[in-house]
């Protein structure tokens, strides 16, 4: 499918989701050369993410819960950016509780985010012949348990009623729907499927694991693992996550890919790491893995590798520095009406 150029000199760019943990991180890099709408409705993102952007004249923010239409070319902040005339370029779709206890608190929120959420947003890149990018999740793949490693063909049992299966299950819907939406009106709708990934603007309370490790740590708690000894994940820094997500915009491949990291490493491993760093008196303690965490399947990214030639660089060192400078001097300031309890 040929990529569509903008015909000006800049480009005109949505990004839905734009005031999160990924989504400001994108706004930040988009920015640096083309024009740049944020919508965002403060659900689980804050403002202190996109503030310093918006003096940018040539960044927007919009404060609109996307479940609701939104004609653009009606909005009156986006006089300058000449939707009409210019249309928009790229859309990319972030908006969804992405945290165990985000979806969990916010299960309804969670599946109208990636259905008709969803849905308004492809149909601005329909009228606007727009690429899209879908940030689906690692959660589509359901059950993992004796998969060594997951490959984006590999098609798991899913329990559509299992704790997770409100954030599964609309991942699940969301990808059919935008490869329905690029079958039936040809345009260039990507689905990425997203694993864990870290780094600074994460929120200390909203109980991921490497904020949560860090919290702990921070406040001279002792560090919990759920799990024992060998458990292990696989965790990216969010710089090489926007790298990959800006090639996959600029490539032929529409995915599914997986865009994660695939060194492994113990939680054990991580949480000695984040004590040496924050040189914290604190002990690690395991306990019984929660209900609402499912096993953590290792990411085959040879398709990233191959189709994008991309592959994470930051060490987990690097980014737990960087993450660790930004959470502690976040401790003090997080504003408590965002805590997610
Ligand atoms: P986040 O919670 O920090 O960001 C989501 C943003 O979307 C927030 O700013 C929130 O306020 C906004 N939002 C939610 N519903 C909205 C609505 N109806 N209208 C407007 N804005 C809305 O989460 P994140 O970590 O940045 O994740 C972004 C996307 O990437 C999500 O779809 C998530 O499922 C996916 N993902 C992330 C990871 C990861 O490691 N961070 C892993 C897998 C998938």
Same mark, same amino acid.
């Not at 999160?20 to 706004?27: K, P, V």
């Not at 306990?287 to 189709?307: F, H, T, V, Y």
């Given at each position: 499918?040929?990529?569509?150029?903008?015909?000006?000199?800049?480009?005109?760019?949505?990004?839905?989701?734009?005031?999160?943990?990924?989504?400001?991180?994108?706004?930040d890099e988009l920015a640096k050369i083309d024009k740049v709408i944020c919508i965002d409705n403060f659900l689980t993102g804050s403002e202190g993410n996109i503030s310093h952007l918006l003096e940018n004249p040539d960044f927007k923010f919009i404060n609109h819960d996307i479940v609701n239409f939104i004609d653009l070319e009606k909005q009156a902040e986006l006089r300058n950016f000449k939707i009409e005339f210019q249309g928009l370029q790229e859309i990319y779709y972030l908006a969804s509780p992405a945290s165990p206890k985000a979806?969990?608190?916010?299960?309804?929120?969670?599946?109208?985010?990636?259905?008709?959420?969803?849905?308004?947003?492809?149909?601005?890149?329909?009228?606007?012949?727009?690429?899209?990018?879908?940030?689906?999740?690692?959660?589509?793949?359901?059950?993992?348990?004796?998969?060594?490693?997951?490959?984006?063909?590999?098609?798991?049992?899913?329990?559509?009623?299992?704790?997770?299966?409100?954030?599964?299950?609309?991942?699940?819907?969301?990808?059919?729907?935008?490869?329905?939406?690029?079958?039936?009106?040809?345009?260039?709708?990507?689905?990425?499927?997203?694993?864990?990934?870290? &780094? #600074?603007?994460?929120?200390? /309370? %909203?109980?991921?694991?490497?904020?949560?490790? !860090?919290? $702990?740590? @921070?406040?001279?708690?002792?560090?919990?693992?759920?799990?024992?000894?060998?458990?292990?994940?696989?965790?990216?820094?969010?710089?090489?996550?926007?790298?990959?997500?800006?090639?996959?915009?600029?490539?032929?491949?529409? &995915? #599914?890919?997986?865009?994660? /990291? %695939?060194?492994?490493?113990?939680?054990?491993? !991580?949480? $000695?790491? @984040?004590?040496?760093?924050?040189?914290?008196?604190?002990?690690?303690?395991?306990?019984?893995?929660?209900?609402?965490?499912?096993?953590?399947?290792?990411?085959?990214?040879?398709?990233?590798?191959?189709?994008?030639?991309?592959? #994470?660089?930051?060490?987990?060192?690097?980014?737990?520095?960087?993450?660790?400078?930004?959470?502690?001097?976040?401790?003090?300031?997080?504003?408590?009406?965002?805590?997610?309890?």
């Amino acid at each position: 499918m040929p990529i569509k150029r903008a015909i000006f000199d800049k480009k005109n760019i949505l990004i839905i989701g734009g005031a999160g943990f990924i989504g400001s991180h994108l706004c930040d890099e988009l920015a640096k050369i083309d024009k740049v709408i944020c919508i965002d409705n403060f659900l689980t993102g804050s403002e202190g993410n996109i503030s310093h952007l918006l003096e940018n004249p040539d960044f927007k923010f919009i404060n609109h819960d996307i479940v609701n239409f939104i004609d653009l070319e009606k909005q009156a902040e986006l006089r300058n950016f000449k939707i009409e005339f210019q249309g928009l370029q790229e859309i990319y779709y972030l908006a969804s509780p992405a945290s165990p206890k985000a979806y969990s608190k916010m299960p309804i929120e969670s599946l109208l985010d990636n259905s008709v959420g969803l849905r308004n947003a492809l149909d601005l890149a329909v009228k606007y012949k727009a690429q899209f990018f879908y940030a689906s999740s690692s959660t589509v793949y359901g059950d993992t348990s004796g998969k060594k490693l997951i490959q984006e063909n590999y098609v798991g049992p899913s329990d559509h009623l299992a704790v997770r299966a409100v954030f599964s299950e609309a991942k699940r819907f969301g990808e059919t729907l935008v490869q329905s939406y690029r079958l039936k009106y040809d345009i260039d709708a990507k689905i990425a499927r997203i694993f864990n990934c870290y &780094g #600074p603007r994460l929120k200390l /309370s %909203d109980g991921r694991m490497i904020p949560e490790m !860090i919290r $702990q740590a @921070i406040s001279g708690e002792d560090i919990i693992i759920y799990g024992d000894k060998n458990s292990f994940g696989s965790y990216f820094y969010i710089n090489d996550l926007i790298k990959v997500i800006t090639k996959l915009m600029r490539s032929p491949e529409f &995915g #599914p890919v997986n865009l994660a /990291s %695939d060194w492994k490493n113990t939680y054990s491993e !991580i949480a $000695q790491k @984040i004590i040496a760093i924050t040189k914290a008196p604190v002990k690690i303690k395991y306990e019984k893995p929660l209900d609402i965490m499912g096993e953590q399947p290792i990411a085959d990214i040879a398709l990233a590798k191959e189709a994008l030639g991309w592959f #994470p660089v930051v060490l987990l060192d690097e980014g737990l520095k960087k993450t660790i400078d930004y959470l502690s001097a976040q401790k003090d300031i997080e504003e408590p009406e965002q805590l997610i309890k």
